[in-house]
């Protein structure tokens, strides 16, 4: 299995990112995915899941109606599309595969700041 995070960066506040997860080794079209984060001294964050069909979205209340997730199932890739960024969603975003909280990728930084 590996999962490889791009797409993070620095942006300020009200500004846009997406993230990019690509997955492999296993058979990603039938795994629902998420999205979590975790800032500097504080534990994992759950953001969202996307069931594996891509139908069902779930978000956190902290990020709701401002990040969509969604999915290539023929492209292995999963996605985080972020608007209106503010300094709280500063950490690093990894994907898990179904409701995972553990990291075993290597992330990708946000920093949101002026």
């Known amino acids: 299995v590996q999962l490889v995070e791009a797409g993070g960066g620095m942006v300020q506040p009200g500004g846009s990112l997406r993230l990019l997860c690509a997955a492999s080794?296993?058979?990603?079209?039938?795994?629902?995915m998420s999205w979590v984060r975790q800032a500097p001294g504080k534990g994992p964050e759950w953001v969202s899941t996307?069931?594996?069909?891509?139908?069902?979205?779930y978000y956190a209340d902290s990020v709701k109606g401002r990040f969509t997730i969604s999915r290539d199932n023929a492209k292995n890739k999963l996605y985080l599309q972020m608007n209106n960024q503010q300094p709280e969603d500063t950490a690093l975003y990894y994907c898990?595969?179904?409701?995972?909280?553990?990291?075993r990728s290597q992330g990708t930084q946000v920093t949101v700041s002026s």
């Open positions: 898990t595969i179904a409701k995972g909280l553990a990291r």
């Open positions: 080794g296993f058979t990603f079209n039938s795994y629902d």
């Open positions: 996307l069931n594996a069909a891509g139908s069902s979205t």
